[in-house]
């Protein structure tokens, strides 16, 4: 092929990967909107029968545990979801960090005006790290998922526990499942970033890439 070719095709692949990166975005704030939108409204509804309490009060706790465990399934898929848009996005943003490697030693004389990573200058907007320390995990998209989810879990292992037991063993049970959840969350995200990371490195191992250091120390855990 030409060089021209080659330009032409790179160009093409690198647009390709802005739209797919751009849906992946689009896909997992719609999502996350959508879950929180339908928690705020079982939240609203669950006050709203708690302050003003159903005709014979029988109805209100199914009704409360049928909000709890719909907002509760919901958040699993949700979070299932969001975990593979989040990692389907970063490896999108490793090929388009590939395609501007060549595009950078195609033209060399043009490398120091970018400012994007490539694999031989992270630069001032280096890719988020594979590696990473676990609360940024924690505060995305899908850590906060996590946090509703682990929080209705041991809401619903408190009031379990209530029928049979003081509030004080409630409370402690509660204290215990929470974290715990939380836990089993983030380690799900974080086995299925070790598993991206481990194909990307295989990938471009394979190829015989480059690979300029993006991660912090300080982001290793």
């Known amino acids: 092929m030409t060089e021209d070719t080659d330009l032409t095709v790179a160009l093409a692949e690198y647009e390709h990967l802005r739209e797919l990166s751009r849906a992946v975005h689009d896909q997992s704030a719609a999502r996350f909107t959508f879950f929180l939108a339908v928690a705020s409204a079982a939240t609203a509804v669950s006050a709203g029968l708690i302050s003003t309490g159903p005709p014979g009060g029988r109805v209100a706790p199914a009704v409360l545990a049928g909000l709890g465990l719909l907002v509760l399934l919901l958040g699993i898929s949700v979070f299932a979801r969001q975990v593979e848009l989040n990692d389907r996005g970063r490896r999108y943003a490793v090929a388009a960090t590939v395609l501007r490697t060549y595009l950078a030693r195609r033209a060399p004389e043009l490398a120091p005006y970018l400012v994007m990573p490539t694999l031989d200058d992270p630069g001032p907007f280096a890719p988020e790290p594979f590696r990473r320390h676990w609360f940024r995990d924690l505060v995305s998209q899908a850590g906060m998922i996590a946090l509703m989810n682990s929080v209705l879990v041991g809401l619903a292992a408190a009031l379990a526990v209530l029928t ?48 300029a250091d993006p991660e912090p120390a300080g982001d290793r855990v």
């Open 164 to 211: 049979v037991a003081p509030p004080w063993l409630a409370a402690t049970v509660a204290a215990l499942v929470v974290p715990t959840a939380i836990a089993l969350h983030l380690r799900v995200i974080r086995h299925r970033i070790a598993r991206s990371a481990a194909r990307v490195g295989a990938v471009l191992t394979g190829r015989a890439l480059a690979v």
